[in-house]
């Protein structure tokens, strides 16, 4: 496996080599990160799928995004699969170091292996019951899991698939998905649970940070029954491990038409109701923010006022990603890209300054 992580060097040297325009990249850990990343969720569990995201990878890296985004569930793992073999072909050829790149995965659904089993219960059994690795009370909702010991499997995987000794962000998936089925004091004593076996990781070099991946979580009303409140992980965090805890980074869904996660008072801290972004900057946690142009229906038909107030862009997808990346408290603003040609599009954002406050503001005061 390829050794090392990002660095403050190593991101630093990227930074500088990508000659982007100002605040492009976002200092974190003192580490500079892209403020677009290219995200894996979406596509065929097939070889056709795994080339496209291949070319689209090596070309993102190349065009100043340093942060890629996946999960051991997506695309049955072929998605990480497929992040090894181009971050493997890219350094073995001298185009790229390691410790200049960002990796983020994540663990908590329980993955076929490459494709759908004809049988997934055998596979289910056979891969995580029968080796004792999942119990049956462990899982929730027939798909999710957030044990100590399947997340130990999972980062295993998760490694092996990527092909790195050390993964720079790893999100619990979806946490909030456990409250389907079990009451918030057992989610948040499996969190305690999750966040010891994770700083253990970070201990022994098999991770940098960790963090939770979420969708509804963060972005509900605190009496929802599926809400999370990011200060309550965060205390977790801080009650396992110390000041010195390694729960520092979250993501969560925002785009134009999704703007909780900017706009909704919901996150109690320091005695006052703050948006989960502004929570998230008080905590000292770094925020990338999925979902920036909602898997393709924020790429068209967007009203002309974003053209007036995020000037020097020609489209749609462009304007969306401007919006994601220039609101205050947003550190990456992920993107799902698997052709050459939507990387090209996205990364002109590289030579573009995100939108002013001055500028960005007057979209909310629009009627």
Partial sequence: MIAGRATPDGTDAYRRRANAAPEHFRAFGGCWLSSVGIGTYLGAEDSATDELYRNALTRALELGLNVVDTAVNYRHQRSERVIGQALSALIGKGALRREEIVVATKGGFIPFDGSMPTNPGAYFTETYLRPGIIRPDDVVAGCHCMTPAYLADQLERSRRNLGLETVDVYYVHNPETQLQEVDRPELLKRIRDAFTF???AASDGKIGCYGTATWNGYRQPPAARDYLSLAELEKIARDVAGDKHRFRVIQLPYNLAMGEAFTLGNQPVDGEAVSPLEAARRLGIYVMVSASVYQGQLSRNLPPVLGEHLPGLSTDAQRAIQFARSTP???????????????????????????PWSEFQKLFKEP
């Fill in 198 to 200: 994770l700083e253990s």
């Fill in 329 to 355: 408290g947003v550190g990456t603003a992920l993107v799902g890209m698997k052709r050459v040609a939507h990387v090209e599009e996205n990364a002109a954002l590289v030579k573009v300054p995100p939108a």
